[in-house]
């Protein structure tokens, strides 16, 4: 083939001066097609065409586990900061007298918290005859993922200090929480370095905010407590009746249940069993303030869960103490009470304490094993329950 012919050019290598010569006009840097007329313009090779992606899912879920996640961490501190506006509030409802007598010191990684339940407001318009419905002592000690429930009977006798001796439950009446944190402190022996007092007028508000609880009712039970009709009316009413097994209760309900003081289907109820009750409530509310449910609706309603607390406890005790009570197993979960003996003392009908009452302090506190009331200890016997939820009567 003569060298005009050729459809490229050769171009010498080497280190020559000047610019390296360009094509012919009307060429393309790499030459005309085969057959391409001169001067046409020099057509240029087909571009590839290019093939579109094809959508893969598997991209698509990391993207959408990354948006979850984020959505999650901010509706978490947004829930987070109602819940410490909230928490705020009811450290200023807790009067100054009853952080004066909480104990400095507790064990390492101990907290010992007062639970006193009341029927009225917890700050300055406490009534002059408003007494402690409920108290229980929680020991919740996180080196060892342990909690331990210590109810303690309103009508146990107690030396009230500057009082003389009476029923423990009227220590708050007599003082407010700071008295009644002194006669407890003197009857266990045991530090209380938190508290927090529930207004169990405000109770129900605060249970139908978090869609209410699930008691299961070990027994059936009928009681005239807080009858809702007038004198006459009452008198024909049979009465709040719950059904024995587990049931789904409102705030009003969930209340009754905990107050009920006598049942006319068990004559063998005692203030112990009531105590026990509104310990059930409690741990139900706790449980369901640790829910999935609770936490999307927290930024919302985190500010109003705690209004019916007046409380030492800091956003950070509510935190660990949420993820103890997910972290502790049922054989590490005790529900303990003090007990003795029912007698007459001046002409108050008192429990009485006993020797069994120090053996059950050293089981809350884990230095012995716990062991459940001894046979023959009658109805207010003393003792501990293991499993993770109380059954009142037990």
Same mark, same amino acid.
């Given at each position: 083939?003569?060298?005009?012919?050729?459809?490229?050019?050769?171009?010498?290598? %080497?280190?020559?001066?000047?610019?390296? &010569?360009? &094509?012919?006009?009307?060429?393309?840097?790499?030459?005309?097609?085969?057959?391409?007329?001169?001067?046409?313009? %020099?057509?240029?090779?087909?571009? &590839?065409?290019?093939?579109?992606?094809?959508?893969?899912?598997?991209?698509?879920?990391?993207?959408?586990?990354?948006?979850?996640?984020?959505?999650? =961490?901010?509706?978490?501190?947004?829930?987070?900061?109602?819940?410490?506006?909230?928490?705020?509030?009811?450290?200023?409802?807790?009067?100054?007298?009853?952080?004066?007598?909480?104990?400095?010191?507790?064990?390492?990684?101990?907290?010992?918290?007062?639970?006193?339940?009341?029927?009225?407001?917890?700050?300055?318009?406490?009534?002059?005859?408003?007494?402690?419905?409920?108290?229980?002592?929680?020991?919740?000690?996180?080196?060892?993922?342990?909690? !331990? *429930?210590?109810?303690?009977?309103?009508?146990?006798? !107690?030396? =009230?200090?500057?009082?003389?001796?009476?029923?423990?439950?009227?220590? *708050?009446?007599?003082?407010?929480?700071?008295?009644?944190?002194?006669?407890?402190?003197?009857?266990?022996?045991?530090?209380?370095?938190?508290?927090? =007092?529930?207004?169990?007028?405000?109770?129900?508000?605060? =249970?139908?905010? +978090?869609?209410?609880?699930?008691?299961?009712? &070990?027994?059936?039970?009928?009681?005239?407590?807080?009858?809702?009709?007038?004198?006459?009316?009452?008198?024909?009413?049979?009465?709040?009746?719950?059904?024995?097994?587990?049931?789904?209760?409102?705030?009003?309900?969930?209340?009754?249940?905990?107050?009920?003081?006598?049942?006319?289907?068990?004559?063998?109820?005692?203030?112990?069993?009531?105590?026990?009750?509104?310990?059930?409530?409690?741990?139900?509310?706790?449980?369901?303030?640790?829910?999935?449910?609770?936490?999307?609706?927290?930024?919302?309603?985190? !500010?109003?869960?705690?209004?019916?607390?007046?409380?030492?406890?800091?956003?950070?005790?509510?935190?660990?103490?949420?993820?103890?009570? *997910?972290?502790?197993?049922?054989?590490?979960?005790?529900?303990?009470?003090?007990?003795?003996?029912?007698?007459?003392?001046?002409?108050?009908?008192?429990? +009485?304490?006993?020797?069994?009452? +120090?053996?059950?302090?050293?089981?809350?506190?884990?230095?012995?094993?716990?062991?459940?009331?001894?046979?023959?200890?009658?109805?207010?016997?003393?003792?501990?329950? +293991?499993?993770?939820?109380?059954?009142?009567?037990?």
């Amino acid at each position: 083939m003569p060298a005009e012919d050729k459809p490229y050019h050769v171009y010498r290598g %080497g280190r020559e001066k000047g610019r390296v &010569p360009l &094509p012919p006009e009307g060429e393309g840097r790499r030459g005309r097609r085969e057959g391409a007329a001169p001067g046409d313009g %020099g057509a240029q090779p087909p571009r &590839p065409v290019r093939r579109r992606r094809r959508f893969r899912p598997s991209r698509l879920v990391p993207l959408l586990l990354g948006v979850a996640v984020m959505l999650a =961490i901010v509706w978490g501190v947004v829930g987070y900061f109602q819940l410490r506006s909230g928490v705020q509030e009811a450290n200023a409802r807790l009067p100054r007298e009853a952080l004066a007598a909480l104990s400095p010191t507790a064990p390492s990684g101990v907290k010992s918290i007062l639970l006193l339940g009341t029927d009225h407001s917890t700050v300055a318009s406490r009534r002059a005859d408003e007494h402690s419905d409920s108290m229980t002592l929680l020991w919740a000690d996180s080196g060892t993922h342990r909690l !331990a *429930y210590l109810t303690i009977p309103r009508d146990m006798r !107690a030396q =009230i200090p500057g009082h003389g001796v009476g029923k423990i439950g009227t220590a *708050y009446q007599l003082g407010g929480p700071a008295l009644a944190i002194e006669a407890i402190r003197q009857l266990t022996g045991l530090p209380v370095n938190r508290v927090a =007092i529930v207004d169990f007028g405000s109770f129900q508000k605060l =249970i139908d905010e +978090v869609g209410g609880v699930t008691i299961d009712v &070990p027994k059936p039970i009928r009681s005239k407590f807080d009858c809702p009709y007038d004198a006459a009316r009452c008198a024909s009413w049979q009465g709040w009746r719950f059904g024995k097994g587990k049931q789904h209760m409102d705030g009003k309900r969930a209340l009754i249940y905990s107050r009920v003081r006598k049942n006319a289907l068990d004559p063998a109820d005692t203030d112990i069993s009531r105590g026990q009750r509104q310990q059930q409530v409690l741990q139900a509310v706790q449980s369901q303030l640790a829910s999935v449910s609770t936490y999307f609706r927290l930024p919302f309603v985190g !500010a109003d869960l705690l209004k019916p607390l007046a409380t030492n406890l800091s956003v950070g005790d509510f935190l660990s103490l949420g993820w103890l009570s *997910y972290r502790a197993s049922a054989s590490r979960t005790l529900h303990c009470r003090l007990g003795g003996d029912g007698r007459l003392v001046d002409g108050q009908s008192m429990i +009485v304490g006993n020797e069994d009452n +120090v053996s059950v302090v050293q089981m809350v506190t884990g230095v012995s094993a716990p062991q459940p009331p001894r046979p023959g200890s009658g109805l207010f016997g003393a003792g501990c329950r +293991v499993g993770k939820h109380v059954v009142p009567g037990q």
